[in-house]
């Protein structure tokens, strides 16, 4: 910033001060967004990251809020983050705006904007299950008060440095996106992550690379092998014995092998590896088990999750009726 030197012939580089080194500046988010669309969840992860929470914070007190003096000597300032939404006393988004312009123009302060949207639909679900009554509509149906909100919220909307849509999203998928985007130290390493899970129970809607193992011949008709997973040997053995697994599963590994250096060489710091069948109980589970191990042997440190490994063994969700070789 250039600054005239005043009359007393102060010299220029007397009148402005240096810039404030960047281990200094106080790093704020904002989180704001739709009712229901995940703040309280979003918040509550970044105080487990170490973050300093502040929620229904009157937004009209942000510029006192923030501290202007430097943080005391082998005492950095922990990151600040601070919730709002339209049921705030004296939410004004125009305002809120001009406030984080007026900011950002600060050289001791790094401040961002976090915004939570859903759809509507989603939402309206979302409080009818809970039986919440929406801030905005008063006596109105719910979508009335939903309707009011995203025209109130627009101009943040618009304005945020940070949209992230949680109308797939279930509370695990906000919190992975909320550690992965804000925690205040980065892994050392790549962060994997081998799931299972059932396409007739929705996709992950996380997943970096999804492989589906439908055209593997199906143990649940076998009356036998229906009722275990494949975490038991019967199962792994029926899969392993269709023509095509062992060739596809080899291919598969060869190209995660050849994937994730590249990815980690890149700064990626998490991945996520899927593999999906009908229900999520038997050709996923033992393959995202067995690739698992694989990449153990290379060197890796895979997180293994199974999301559909509890779900009942349906035979709707399975297609109906027994499908003949």
Not at 30 to 48: C, F, I, N, P, W
Not at 209 to 221: Q, T, Y
Not at 259 to 268: A, E
Request: proline fraction near 7%.
């Amino acid at each position: 910033m250039n600054r005239e030197s005043p009359e007393s012939g102060t010299s220029p580089s007397a009148a402005v001060p240096p810039p404030t080194p960047a281990a200094d500046r106080q790093r704020v988010l904002l989180v704001t967004g739709m009712l229901g669309a995940g703040k309280t969840t979003a918040l509550r992860v970044l105080e487990d990251l170490g973050w300093e929470i502040i929620d229904n914070f009157p937004v009209r007190l942000l510029d006192r809020l923030i501290e202007r003096s430097p943080a005391a000597e082998g005492s950095p300032r922990p990151p600040l983050a601070i919730g709002f939404d339209c049921r705030t006393r004296g939410f004004d988004p125009a305002r809120v705006i001009a406030q984080v312009k007026a900011l950002d123009e600060r050289e001791d302060v790094e401040l961002n904007t976090l915004f939570l949207d859903c759809s509507s639909k989603e939402l309206e679900r979302r409080f009818n299950e809970t039986r919440r009554r929406h801030a905005l509509a008063a006596d109105a149906p719910v979508d009335t008060g939903i309707r009011a909100e995203r025209e109130l919220l627009a101009p943040l909307r618009r304005w945020a440095d940070l949209l992230v849509e949680t109308t797939e999203f279930t509370s695990n998928d906000l919190q992975r996106v909320i550690r992965e985007r804000f925690a205040t130290e980065a892994p050392e390493d790549l962060t994997l992550t081998v799931s299972s899970f059932g396409f007739s129970r929705g996709m992950p809607p996380l997943a970096d690379l999804v492989f589906d193992m439908r055209f593997v011949e199906n143990p649940h008709w076998d009356p036998v092998l229906r009722p275990m997973t494949g975490l038991d040997a019967p199962v792994g053995d029926y899969v392993r014995q269709d023509p095509a697994f062992n060739e596809a599963f080899t291919r598969i590994r060869d190209l995660l092998l050849l994937l994730l250096p590249r990815y980690r060489t890149q700064g990626k710091a998490y991945v996520h590896v899927a593999f999906g069948c009908t229900g999520g109980r038997h050709r996923s589970v033992f393959t995202a088990e067995l690739m698992a191990a694989a990449l153990r042997d290379a060197g890796f440190s895979p997180t293994l999750l199974h999301r559909n490994l509890g779900s009942r063994a349906a035979d709707l969700l399975e297609g109906g009726q027994r499908r003949e070789k």
